[in-house]
């Protein structure tokens, strides 16, 4: 994947990209430190604002059983959360966040008290298998590392409590889906923006947050991923139709304005 434009336009930062994927939740793999090659998909997980992270694991797993026996009931791991893309390209993840730390084993009321806490932030059926199949853990992350399209960037951990998600985080990827399945004729208007060498690319929608649009131009000659900027940030979706259209080139804007 390539960067093609010279002058980068403004993005949110490091933090606030992984507070986004954090928020949006994705595909995620706990991976313990002493299993380099074991991936394991949790029932559930769910990052904390402060940077910590919940997962169920099935009470006969067993890392579970692991857990049980290692120090302090607790085991060096790593917590990968991978960001799909909004719509089937050929590169479908278009950012990693990894939280590392210690995982270790809720009982009783700490469990429950964990369980609830999730379900206030993310109510899920899931969760009602704590205590009942499922076994309750809790990440406590010393380091994150965040790796999407910008570059790698390590978060500290304070950053990314203080960071905000972006307001259209939610939001964005049916959005998006809609773009593309609804208003192919729109993406293609969007391709005027396009260095001259890849208007000759399919063009799929990527990503928004407050400060633009990114697209990706599958060509033959690899994937390159393109930002197309907001005159200014927006915060609310009247301020983003309106950026949305000024790039599509709506001549309405124009009699508006």
Request: include cysteine; charge should be negative; hydrophobic fraction near 40%.
């Amino acid at each position: 994947m390539s960067e093609t434009t010279t002058r980068r336009p403004a993005t949110p930062s490091p933090a606030e990209r992984a507070r986004s994927i954090a928020k949006r939740g994705g595909r995620a793999a706990l991976l313990p430190s002493s299993e380099t090659s074991v991936r394991v998909a949790p029932l559930l997980h769910h990052v904390h604002a402060d940077g910590s992270a919940t997962v169920l694991l099935a009470d006969d797993h067993p890392l579970v059983s692991t857990a049980w026996q290692a120090p302090r009931s607790e085991l060096a791991a790593v917590l990968e959360v991978a960001d799909p893309t909004p719509v089937r390209l050929r590169e479908p993840v278009r950012g990693l966040l990894w939280l590392t730390g210690w995982v270790r084993l809720l009982h009783g009321a700490d469990a429950r008290a964990e369980v609830l806490a999730v379900a206030e932030e993310r109510p899920d059926p899931r969760l009602l298998d704590a205590g009942h199949g499922a076994t309750v853990l809790k990440l406590e992350a010393a380091s994150l590392v965040l790796a999407d399209a910008e570059g790698t960037s390590s978060v500290d951990p304070t950053e990314f409590q203080a960071a905000a998600p972006d307001p259209f985080c939610l939001h964005e990827d049916s959005w998006l889906r809609h773009l593309e399945l609804s208003h192919r004729d729109v993406v293609g208007l969007l391709g005027r923006h396009l260095p001259e060498q890849l208007r000759g690319g399919h063009i799929r929608p990527l990503g928004l947050d407050k400060y633009g649009l990114r697209l990706r131009v599958e060509s033959a000659d690899g994937d390159h991923d393109i930002r197309l900027a907001f005159s200014r940030p927006v915060t609310t979706t009247e301020h983003l139709s309106a950026e949305l259209r000024r790039l599509v080139g709506c001549p309405f804007l124009a009699q508006q304005r």
